[in-house]
């Protein structure tokens, strides 16, 4: 069973970016999704995005136009790419694929 490990996440201004990255213990090119979920301070598990196998994706309408969602087959990694950030995106940003979740990694969006 594949592993899941996310990193990037830290505190950024409004309007600012940040990278997440995925880091999977297997070949993610044989993985046909991998998804981002976030949860917020006292709310559920909200999906941002997914990547297919095929190269394309799917956004939440709340990151559409803001996030991008990847997979780099060499590193067996996935990123999420996040610009315009914004307050309501604080979260814990969550990798997963199947019934297999990472631990999360903290994203603060405050001045």
């Known amino acids: 069973q594949v592993q899941l490990a996310e990193s990037g996440g830290d505190l950024v201004q409004p309007g600012g970016s940040l990278r997440l990255s995925c880091a999977a213990s297997?070949?993610?090119?044989?993985?046909?999704?991998v998804d981002w979920f976030r949860q917020a301070p006292g709310k559920g598990r909200e999906f941002v995005a997914r990547?297919?196998?095929?190269?394309?994706?799917n956004y939440a309408a709340s990151v559409r136009g803001r996030f991008t969602i990847s997979r780099d087959n060499a590193k067996n990694t996935v990123y999420l790419q996040m610009s315009s950030l914004k307050p309501e995106d604080t979260a814990v940003y969550y990798c997963?694929?199947?019934?297999?979740w990472g631990q999360g990694t903290q994203v603060t969006v405050s001045a």
């Open positions: 997963v694929t199947g019934n297999t």
């Open positions: 990547s297919f196998i095929g190269g394309s994706a």
């Open positions: 297997g070949l993610i090119s044989s993985i046909a999704t």
